[in-house]
């Protein structure tokens, strides 16, 4: 079965950086567009960053563009965001999601149309 399993969360300062990883298996990785959502206490999920098949496009959220870069290996079927200058309100826990896509170039950015969704990591950024 399909499994996406997230890695990398923790306790940082801000300031500080994380990469986080998610590791997909059972699915053929190269036909899925993928992405990261986090969701903070009380607050309804968002989007963070997607990238497509190809690896050749992406998109931010404004909140952490120029911050967070997602990036993809299609030879270790995982998917990366490495999270830079973190801030408080950065603190939540983060999902990496697939996305069974036909187009190689386009990018989703809304929760419903992802397909598959991993377990979750927890980043904390303390003041």
């Known amino acids: 079965q399909v499994q996406l399993v997230e890695s990398g969360g923790g306790l940082v300062q801000a300031g500080d950086s994380l990469r986080l990883s998610c590791a997909a298996s059972?699915?053929?990785?190269?036909?899925?567009?993928m992405a990261w959502f986090r969701q903070a206490p009380g607050k309804e999920r968002e989007f963070v960053a997607s990238?497509?098949?190809?690896?050749?496009?992406?998109n931010y959220a404004d909140s952490v563009k120029g911050r967070f870069t997602i990036s993809r290996d299609s030879a270790k079927n995982t998917v990366s965001l490495q999270m830079n200058s973190l801030k408080p309100d950065d603190t939540a826990a983060y999902y990496c999601?697939?996305?069974?896509?036909?187009?190689?170039?386009?990018?989703?950015?809304?929760?419903?149309?992802?397909?598959?969704w991993g377990q979750g990591t927890q980043v904390t950024v303390s003041s």
């Open positions: 999601a697939a996305n069974r896509s036909i187009s190689s170039y386009t990018t989703y950015v809304q929760g419903n149309d992802y397909n598959y």
């Open positions: 059972g699915l053929s990785f190269s036909m899925y567009s």
């Open positions: 990238i497509s098949r190809s690896g050749g496009n992406t």
